[in-house]
Nanobody, 124 residues
Framework: QVQLVESGGGLVQAGGSLRLSCAAS????????MAWFRQAAGRERVIIAA????????YYADSVKGRITISRDNAENTVYLQMNSLKPEDTAVYYC?????????????????WGQGTQVTVSS
């Protein structure tokens, strides 16, 4: 089992950047595929990026391609989300999620472990 804690959210102006971090507990972090989801007010939680257990494969939603990079440091038990060229429509609560295994999934129900979320607000 793994516990996830996100950090790095905040208020940023449009065009700015943020880097979110997700620290995981446990000794088997390298066995987990990790993902970032976001949920805007009144909307569904959707995936924006995922990375395989050893970082060899990544997935990005079309809405963020070219602006967001997911990465991980298995030695530090941390997954990152670098967000650039932020837009007001990126405003949401961002969640880190994990699932045991090396296959990438883009479906929310495929992830078993979740963080508490971190708010990102982009002002225009």
């Amino acid at each position: 089992q793994v516990q996830l804690v996100e950090s790095g959210g905040g208020l940023v102006q449009a065009g700015g950047s943020l880097r979110l971090s997700c620290a995981a507990s446990g000794r088997t972090f390298s066995s987990y595929t990790m993902a970032w989801f976001r949920q805007a007010a009144g909307r569904e939680r959707v995936i924006i990026a995922a990375i395989s257990s050893i970082g060899g494969s990544t997935y990005y939603a079309d809405s963020v391609k070219g602006r967001i990079t997911i990465s991980r440091d298995n030695a530090e038990n941390t997954v990152y989300l670098q967000m650039n060229s932020l837009k007001p429509e990126d405003t949401a609560v961002y969640y880190c999620a994990g699932r045991l295994g090396s296959v990438l999934y883009a479906v929310r129900t495929s992830y078993d472990y979740w963080g508490q979320g971190t708010q990102v607000t982009v002002s225009s």
